[in-house]
């Protein structure tokens, strides 16, 4: 057997570290982040449960926090790679101060209503100075939007009233035993709440189409990727809002199993988890056309008037290039 020349040698070894190079490219770990106290939980719950991304060849590690406002610090130290539904306040607040993330998509739409016991004697959004609002934490989304849709349309400033957080089981507790005279919750909590009779004041999808004057409903949760890994591997980018975009189709499709994936995943009753299910295409999207970016430009405005925000989004924080290739794959 005749030896190897050296040039065909070292053409099999540079071969081989591209084909080394490819597969560790293809093979780099995904890591997805999801609140798992908030609405994020049951798209989070049947993405990972479902497989979703892996189908379409991704590699995926979720990280789950219980904290509101944790998957956008974990973005910016770079501990994940992308958030399925990061609070639609702190990713924009973030993105104005130049950190490196990206924006993604539209994911969880701002749905919650202001609710008060069947009996309160709260009668009007005027009825709201000097009582407790109960919300969730500030540096939501959710906290950001109440604050500015009563300010806006109500002429209520934040001194007004006392703001009590809380995650959305607490909110409901609280109401029940009457520890707060209001509260800004989601749908989903509210269908929960069964053995109770509540009142609701308005909602914010409407609340907001008033103060913008305009069809455009507003974000709480986003998608949200850290720009290292964006440009590393934009391919992967595509493939991961491909997976959200079954997942969502699943969700609206299969609202049995959504049920049962919740039931399994979070331990919801099954009444709740029913409930939460067939509200499914009332809360999620998988979206980022361009009245999602200007959707979510106006936020920032409105937070910014109201002192939630400090600084403009610059445009370069918004990429649209994955979700419009995402769309030419069926």
């Known amino acids: 057997m005749r030896p190897l020349s050296f040039p065909r040698l070292m053409s099999g070894v540079l071969c081989a570290i591209c084909l080394a190079v490819s597969s560790a490219a293809l093979a780099q770990k995904l890591r997805v982040g999801y609140w798992t106290s908030g ?25 789950k926090f219980s904290d509101v406002n944790a998957p956008t610090k974990a973005l ?19 993105a104005a101060d ?5 924006i993604i998509l539209g994911t969880q739409l701002a749905e919650a209503q202001f609710a008060v016991l069947a009996d309160s004697p709260i009668k009007s959004f005027a009825d709201f100075k000097g009582k407790k609002i109960g919300m969730s934490p500030p540096g939501s989304a959710t906290h950001a939007i109440a604050a500015a849709l009563l300010e806006n349309n109500y002429g209520l400033k934040p001194t007004d009233y006392t703001v009590i957080p809380g995650t959305e089981p607490r909110l409901a507790q609280f109401l029940i035993q009457k520890e707060i005279d209001a509260g800004a919750i989601r749908s989903t909590t509210v269908a929960q709440m069964n053995e109770v009779k509540l009142r609701s004041l308005g909602n914010f999808l409407d609340e907001w189409k008033k103060l913008t004057k305009s069809n455009a ?15 590393k591997y934009p391919d992967n980018l595509v493939k991961f809002i491909v997976g959200m975009r079954r997942a969502m189709e699943f969700g609206s499709k299969n609202k049995a199993q959504v049920a049962e994936v919740l039931q399994k995943t979070a331990n919801m009753p099954a009444d709740d988890a029913k409930a ?53 794959i069926k």
């Open 76 to 94: 910016a130290s770079n501990a994940i790679d992308v958030a399925i539904g990061a609070s639609a306040a702190g990713a924009l607040n973030i």
């Open 276 to 328: 939460y299910a067939n509200l499914w295409d009332n809360i999620y999207r998988v979206s980022f056309e361009p009245q999602d970016i200007a959707t979510l430009k106006k936020m920032n405005d409105i937070f910014k008037a109201g002192g939630t925000a400090k600084k403009d989004v610059p445009d370069s924080a918004f990429l649209a290039e994955p979700y419009v290739k995402s769309k030419q």
């Open 39 to 63: 609405v994020s939980l049951g798209f989070g719950s049947v993405l990972e449960s479902g497989k979703f991304l892996e189908k379409e060849g991704l590699d995926v590690e979720f990280i």
């Open 98 to 102: 130049g950190l490196p993330i990206k």
């Open 217 to 231: 409903v507003p974000y709480i949760g986003i998608g949200v990727v850290h720009s290292e890994y964006a440009a």
